[in-house]
């Protein structure tokens, strides 16, 4: 059974800073894995899909990274501001088009 | 275009009430999928459609049924509610097609607030 968990579980930090999170999956093979962004009370905001042929994505000052064969993920945020608070949640996909398997999230808050 | 709609975005129903919830998936999409996101935690996923078959369940009871129309949204249905069911929840909708591999990211919607009371 896929099981994914994000560390850590809450990350504040100073705007301007850059930072990582973290996100591990215990069965690597995996198809794709997609990084969401979640506000509070609303639904999820899709913001990189990485393939399993890949080992990078980047948009804007997002970049993703997935390394299939350890099991790890990582999101990186440059010059962090506070727009950025929200829930970060990543979520690995088994085979073409089948359920998404989430993490538990990190809640992020970029102070002013 | 329009993104994922949802409706109602809050319900506050009572034990042993049933409930439906809708979801009318982004144009062009065939494929839908519900997850429930209790607070504090990931979503769960429940069901997926594709072409109004069902492609995918959960480890969720028989309260939870679900269907999809020809015109590609969805309903997910809830008997017998408990208090446990309070969550949030999603539709999601890609491009996925049967038989056809897809690395679509899925998109969704801004959820359906449940209370049960």
């Known amino acids: 059974k896929q099981e994914v968990t994000q560390i850590p579980a809450a990350l504040s930090v100073p705007e301007g800073e850059n930072l990582v999170l973290n996100c591990s999956f215990t069965?690597?093979?995996?198809?794709?894995l997609q990084w969401f962004r979640q506000d509070p009370g609303k639904g999820l905001t899709s913001l990189l899909l990485i393939q399993s042929s890949q080992r990078e994505q980047t948009s804007g000052r997002l970049n993703a990274s997935l390394d299939k064969s350890s099991g790890r993920s990582t999101l990186y945020i440059a010059a962090s501001q506070p727009g950025d608070s929200a829930t970060y949640l990543c979520a690995v996909v088994r085979t073409s088009g089948s359920r998404l398997t989430f993490g538990e999230g990190t809640q992020l808050t970029v102070n002013p | 275009d329009a993104g994922v709609t949802q409706s109602p975005t809050h319900l506050i129903k009572t034990r042993g009430q049933q409930v439906t919830l809708r979801c009318s998936p982004i144009s062009g999409h065939k494929s839908v999928s519900w997850y429930q996101q209790v607070l504090g935690q990931g979503p769960q996923f429940i069901f997926q459609y594709y072409e109004k078959e069902e492609r995918g369940r959960g480890n969720f009871p028989d309260r939870f049924s679900a269907r999809q129309f020809p015109n590609y949204s969805s309903e997910l249905n809830v008997n017998a509610l408990l208090l446990g069911d309070s969550a949030l929840y999603l539709c999601?909708?890609?491009?996925f097609g049967k038989g056809m591999a897809s690395n679509q990211p899925q998109h969704f919607g801004d959820g359906t607030r449940l209370s049960i009371l």
């Open positions: 069965d690597s093979a995996i198809y794709n």
């Open positions: 999601a909708s890609s491009l």
